[in-house]
């Protein structure tokens, strides 16, 4: 069934590490391009997939636990009777994010243009399905 993003997911802004960064901190802090450094903040505990705002947005990243995002990166609030948090990371990671991109010289994302994107999701007994296979393909 096709639905807009916005019924699957919220999309929530990262935040500036600078004053909360501990290179021996509890949980990480992640960028577009992954770990950054780490600290013993949280902007988010849970599933979640990480969706790039400027610059990587064409890989997103899946995480559960407590995490910070930095400013250039989203992470969403994923409402979980609708689609699997990893049925979701397998779906956005084979569309091509870099064919919304709004920047002319640095490819970027806009909450509107990801809310507006129409995902394909299936029942969740189906995704599940999906889920196994795909985890069983790659080990």
């Not at 500036?16 to 013993?40: A, C, F, M, Q, W």
């Not at 002319?104 to 809310?115: A, E, G, I, R, V």
Request: charge should be positive; hydrophobic fraction near 35%.
């Amino acid at each position: 069934m096709l639905k807009k993003l916005k019924k699957i997911a919220k999309i929530k802004n990262g935040k500036d590490y600078k004053g909360i960064e501990d290179s021996k901190g509890l949980y990480p802090v992640l960028g577009t391009g992954g770990l950054i450094t780490r600290t013993n903040n949280y902007l988010y505990d849970g599933e979640s997939v990480l969706i790039g705002r400027k610059g990587t947005i064409n890989k997103p990243q899946y995480i559960n636990g407590k995490f910070w995002t930095i400013d250039t990166l989203f992470y969403t609030e994923i409402n979980k009777s609708l689609c699997l948090p990893v049925f979701f990371f397998y779906y956005l990671s084979s569309i091509n994010l870099l064919k919304l991109s709004e920047g002319t010289t640095l490819p970027s994302l806009t909450k509107d243009t990801l809310y507006n994107l129409m995902i394909d999701i299936p029942p969740i007994n189906v995704q599940h399905h999906i889920v196994d296979n795909i985890t069983k393909e790659q080990f």
